[in-house]
Every structure is written in structure tokens, then in C-alpha cells.
């Protein structure tokens, strides 16, 4: 059960397909990125994974087919998007900053009556494999 409640942000920050917007103060590479998952009544929780991003795809992405995003909007270095899972049954509001080669970001959950918090740090470590 705990590990099912870690893959939803996960699934979800990993989601996001290309979309056309003004390029972020980003560098384009892979990027490292570490998320510390906060829930209420269990211990925060860090994962790292590496992803290739670009300007044009500024968010890492996955083939999640159950979630739908409802909003996208990009300020300046700033990124920020809403997306529903199952229905409603999850809802998700996230944000990224990014600075050349680093970025910051904020993910929250809410499922089944509960919210989570997921925060992000990330940092280019090379050109994309």
C-alpha cells in the first residue's frame, strides 16, 4: 500500500507530454532530479531519478494513460499544471523553476481525502545518452 501511495506523484511529475510554450532559463541535457515526498503520519521519503530535458520538454514524462492535465501554463522560468487522475479521484497541482542548470519544484497530491507534498530539487549532469 505505502509503495502505491509513492507512485502516484511520481507517475504523475513523469506524465507530461511535449508542449509548445516559451522556452524556460533552462539548459537542455540530463537532468538529476531528487523528490522528498511528505505525507501526513509517514516519514518523508527521497527518490532520484535522471531525465533528459529540453525547452520544448521541460517536464519529464511518462506514458501514465489514466491522468488527464487541465492545466499548463508557462511564466517565465516558472512552469505550473494541474492534472486529474481516475476521474477525480486524484488531483494534482505542481510547479517548477528552473535557473540554467538547476531547478526547484512543488508537487501536491490530493487522493482519497489525503494530500501530499512532494518537493523537488534538480540539476543538469550532462548531455542527454
Known sequence: MKKGIYFIPVALFLFFSTFSFAAP?????????????????????????????TKEKAVPQTSQSDCTIKDLENLGNTITWTVVCREGATISKGKVTYAGATMDGVIETTTSGKTMTMKMKGKRIGPCK
Open 25 to 53: 532559463n533552462m539548459e537542455d541535457g540530463l537532468w538529476e532530479i531528487t523528490t522528498t515526498m511528505d505525507m501526513p503520519g509517514m516519514p518523508a521519503k527521497s527518490l532520484t531519478h535522471n531525465s533528459c530535458l
